[in-house]
C-alpha cells in the first residue's frame, strides 16, 4: 500500500498501446498488469483518500488501512470492468468509480451513533416505507434530507463503513428472511462461507476482518475479498 498512497506521483504517463494493452491482460487475470495500473494511477487513489481523509477528522489507522484497501479493490473493479470499446483510457471511468467509493465512506463515517438511533425509531415507525419515513422524519427530530442521506449510508452497512446499532429497533427476522439467508449461504464456498458466518455474527458474536483472518490464518485483504465475492454471490440469488 505504501507504494500507492505514500510515494510520489510521477510524471511520466503511458503510452495510449500500453495502457490498452496492460487493460486486456488485468482483464485476462495478469496480477501485474493490474499491479502497473495501479501504480500509474496511484494520484487519483491519492487525492480521493486525502479528500476522505479531510473530511472525516480522528480517523483511526485500522480505517485509514481500511479505506485505502477498498479504494484499490474498486479501482481493480473498474480495471476488470472496463469496457474497451467504449472508452480510450482508465482516466475517463476510475475518478468517478473511486468519487463514488469515497462518498459512501465519508457520508458513514460521518453520521453519529445517536443520529442513526433516531433514524431507525423513524424508519420503524413508518413501518419500514422509506417515503414516508423521509416524511415523518421532521416530526421526530430529523429533516428528510438527513433521512435520505442516512438511507444511502446504510444501503452500503455491509463495507463496514456503518456500525448498525441494532438496538435501535431493528424488528427480527421471520422465518421467510432465516430460510433465505441460509439459502444464500449454502450457495457460497467452504471459504466464503466461513468468512460471512464469522464476519456477520453466525457463530458468536461479529468479528471484523482483522479477527477473521487471525482465525481462518488468512491476510486481512483475503478476508475482505471474499466478504465482498460472497455478498455479491448472495445478492444475485436472491433477487434471482
Known amino acids: 500500500m ?11 504517463s503511458l503510452a495510449l498501446e500500453e495502457e490498452r494493452d496492460l487493460i ?30 479531510s473530511s472525516v477528522r480522528g480517523m483511526t489507522p ?7 484497501a477498498d479504494l484499490v479493490l474498486a479501482a481493480v473493479e473498474a480495471i476488470k470492468g472496463f469496457d474497451l470499446v467504449r472508452y480510450v483510457r482508465l482516466a475517463q471511468v476510475l475518478p468517478t468509480v473511486l468519487r463514488g467509493v469515497a462518498t459512501e465512506m465519508a457520508t458513514s463515517l460521518a453520521v453519529p451513533s445517536g443520529t442513526l438511533d433516531r433514524w431507525f425509531k423513524v424508519w420503524r415507525a413508518a413501518d419500514q416505507d422509506y417515503a414516508r419515513a423521509a416524511e415523518l422524519a421532521p416530526s421526530m427530530g430529523m429533516t428528510a434530507d438527513t433521512f435520505r442521506a442516512i438511507q444511502h449510508a446504510l444501503s452500503h452497512a455491509d463495507s463496514e463503513w456503518v456500525t448498525v446499532p441494532w438496538g435501535a429497533g431493528v424488528p427480527t427476522a421471520d422465518a421467510e428472511t432465516y430460510r433465505l439467508a441460509h439459502y444464500a449461504l449454502g450457495l457460497l464456498s467452504p471459504a466464503e462461507r466461513d468468512v460471512i458466518e464469522l464476519v456477520y455474527g453466525f ?24 466478504r465482498g465475492r460472497a455478498l455479491a454471490k448472495m445478492r444475485e440469488a436472491l433477487v434471482d
Open 2 to 12: 505504501d507504494e500507492l498512497f505514500k510515494a510520489r506521483v510521477g510524471r511520466v
Open 24 to 53: 486486456t491482460r488485468a482483464q485476462a487475470g495478469d496480477g501485474d498488469a493490474s499491479w502497473a495500473l495501479l501504480v500509474q494511477y496511484r494520484g487519483i487513489l491519492q487525492k480521493t483518500a486525502n479528500r476522505v481523509r
Open 62 to 68: 485500522e480505517q485509514v488501512e481500511d479505506l485505502q
Open 203 to 226: 457463530r458468536g458474536e461479529p468479528k471484523s476482518d482483522e479477527e477473521v483472518s487471525l482465525i481462518l490464518e488468512s491476510t486481512k485483504g483475503t478476508v475482505k475479498t471474499q
